[in-house]
């Protein structure tokens, strides 16, 4: 039987030449600890209080369900970088199995999602104004401040100039640190004396009720903290042996930064003073959680190094997510959605010298309006979740084309993802729909910029005509239209005009039918377009 050729085959002259280019030079505990690193940033910090406030001990079945569900998610993604190992992937691959429309509106989230970076840059930035007090003004960053994190940003840039082993190397000593603390700091607030009782007392093990549980997905930050998984997806074009190696670093990643932050959960749960606790979980309220808490139980060393590592360990993630959105740019200039100028890899050290740069700036414009850690990943998870749902409507696209052409299964390909693309979409939709109406009124009508995009870049280059392009993505657009409805008449921050849990069933229904349409139209896409599109005319 014929096999699908390599994704190489698809690819225009110029951006292989530029593919070549990058260094496999990562591992499996460098590509680990990339993943480990970019998932364990400030969420530690701040989700255990928030999930408690929300869910009460029952948190820690938020935890739980988050890891799965990112599991599923994985497994769909680990695929695709496994076969189609490319830097960038997550970028590449929509554009690969859907057409330009789907891959200009998901490369446009992808370009928003750089204000993540900004977002760990901004909590650097709050943390610090601990020891220097004029970093903030009004709850937003000072001129003083301003510049400070220019140069942070700067700075971060520098490091991710050079070979990505040198990279590498820094970040599993950043990711050794930022393992430490949370584990010092669980085994210290244990040390310090426990309350027994307390998965029961104070209204009981759910006292908000089970459903709080989904709230605090999102509402309690968990989401978000669980959130960058992916990241040695983006580094599989540069990856030895990526097949073996990056499957396994991606869910070793989310297990051990599940882990950790199941202990920091449990910690907080049984160390909070009795006192604090009159009003229940929702009555406990620190500014620094961890920080705080230490200094109320007189470790005055641990707060030392809790306020350390508060500017420590976003730094470590805002360090990776430089790295990573350089390779989204690389990826977005492959696609013809930037100019090629920022496609070219430097020869010397393999890196996207350009891409670095164009993201610097992008960070910094983040920085400007918003100046605040919570302005800015207000809409951010979203954007990341867009990237998983059309990942996930790849994968079932690249294997139903696949099956129709008689082509056998491909070395590796991950058991069950016929049926776990599907949920994984349908997963994908409710995290987004239980992010609530407050972030998605701003964050799905800021991706759907991305159609007048589409067509601007499609006015004057050769290719399938628009309109029929315009066809095979209309899923996504009807899509994020009709998510936006929900939410408005949902209960997550919406009306209420459609009650709970009709509201979350609606979505899981209406995102079953998307998804068997966008495989339909993907596979449509593959059929009448088999050289693919990959080869873009440049901007």
Same mark, same amino acid.
């Given at each position: ?39 364990? !940033?400030?969420? &530690? ?17 938020? &935890? ?16 695709? @970088? ?6 960038? @992937? ?17 490369? &446009? ?37 301003? @510049? ?31 393992? /430490? ?9 244990? +040390?310090? !004396? ?51 190696? *990056? ?16 202990? +920091?959960?449990? /910690? ?15 009555? $406990? ?66 890196? /996207?010298?350009?891409?670095?740069? +164009? ?33 996930? *409507? ?12 008689? *082509? ?25 729909? &239980? ?11 800021? *991706?759907?910029? !991305? ?33 936006? $409805? ?35 139209? !993907? ?17």
């Amino acid at each position: 039987m014929p096999q699908s050729p390599p994704p190489e085959s698809f690819a225009a002259p110029a951006v292989l030449a530029e593919e070549r280019r990058l260094r496999k030079d990562l591992g499996f505990w460098g590509l680990t600890a990339i993943g480990f690193s970019n998932i364990l !940033g400030s969420g &530690w910090l701040f989700a255990a209080m928030y999930a408690a406030q929300t869910a009460g001990p029952a948190a820690l079945l938020s &935890w739980i369900a988050a890891g799965a569900l990112c599991a599923l998610l994985a497994l769909v993604m680990v695929e695709l @970088g496994a076969t189609r190992p490319e830097g960038g @992937g997550t970028v590449r691959w929509p554009l690969y199995a859907s057409g330009r429309l789907v891959g200009t509106v998901i490369g &446009w989230s992808v370009l928003l999602s750089v204000g993540g970076t900004a977002a760990e840059i901004s909590a650097i930035m709050q943390y610090a104004a601990h020891y220097l007090p004029g970093l903030h003004s009004g709850g937003r960053l000072s001129v003083f401040g301003l @510049g400070v994190a220019v140069g942070l940003s700067v700075l971060l840039t520098a490091l991710n100039w050079f070979a990505v082993r040198m990279f590498a190397r820094l970040n599993n000593l950043v990711s050794l640190f930022k393992v /430490a603390v949370p584990v010092v700091t669980v085994i210290a607030l244990s +040390l310090s !004396g426990t309350h027994s009782g307390r998965l029961t007392d104070h209204g009981g093990f759910a006292p908000y009720g089970y459903a709080a549980c989904l709230t605090a997905l999102a509402g309690g930050g968990i989401v978000y903290s669980v959130n960058g998984f992916q990241a040695p997806l983006d580094f599989s074009g540069e990856a030895r042996n990526p097949r073996r190696n *990056v499957p396994a670093a991606v869910l070793t990643g989310i297990g051990l930064a599940v882990l950790v932050y199941l202990a +920091l959960q449990l /910690a907080f749960l049984f160390t909070v003073p009795e006192s604090l606790l009159t009003h229940g979980w929702q009555g $406990v309220n620190f500014e620094s959680p961890f920080g705080q808490l230490a200094l109320v139980l007189n470790l005055h060393w641990l707060a030392t190094l809790l306020y350390a590592d508060a500017v420590i360990s976003p730094g470590g993630s805002a360090y990776v997510g430089v790295a990573i959105d350089a390779r989204h740019t690389y990826a977005l200039a492959k696609n013809g959605m930037l100019p090629r100028f920022f496609m070219r890899i430097d020869a010397r050290s393999g890196m /996207a010298h350009r891409a670095l740069v +164009l993201n610097l700036a992008v960070i910094i414009v983040f920085l400007l309006p918003f100046g605040g850690w919570q302005d800015i990943v207000s809409v951010m998870g979203d954007m990341y979740l867009l990237i998983y749902a059309a990942s996930a *409507v790849a994968v079932a696209v690249f294997r139903a084309h696949d099956r129709e052409r008689g *082509v056998s299964r491909s070395e590796g390909q991950a058991p069950g993802v016929r049926w776990i693309a599907p949920v994984s979409f349908i997963v994908a939709s409710e995290f987004i729909f &239980w992010s609530g109406w407050h972030d998605l009124r701003l964050a799905l009508p800021l *991706v759907l910029v !991305g159609v007048p995009l589409f067509l601007v870049q499609r006015r004057d280059t050769e290719g399938p005509l628009p309109r029929h392009e315009l066809r095979q993505g209309a899923w996504l657009v009807c899509y994020l239209a009709v998510l936006t $409805v929900l939410s408005r008449l949902g209960t997550f921050g919406g009306s209420g005009r459609l009650s709970a849990p009709y509201d979350s069933v609606t979505v899981g229904a209406v995102a079953l039918i998307v998804f068997v349409w966008a495989v339909r139209s !993907g596979v449509d896409h593959l059929r009448t377009t088999p050289t693919g599109p990959t080869a873009a005319p440049s901007v």
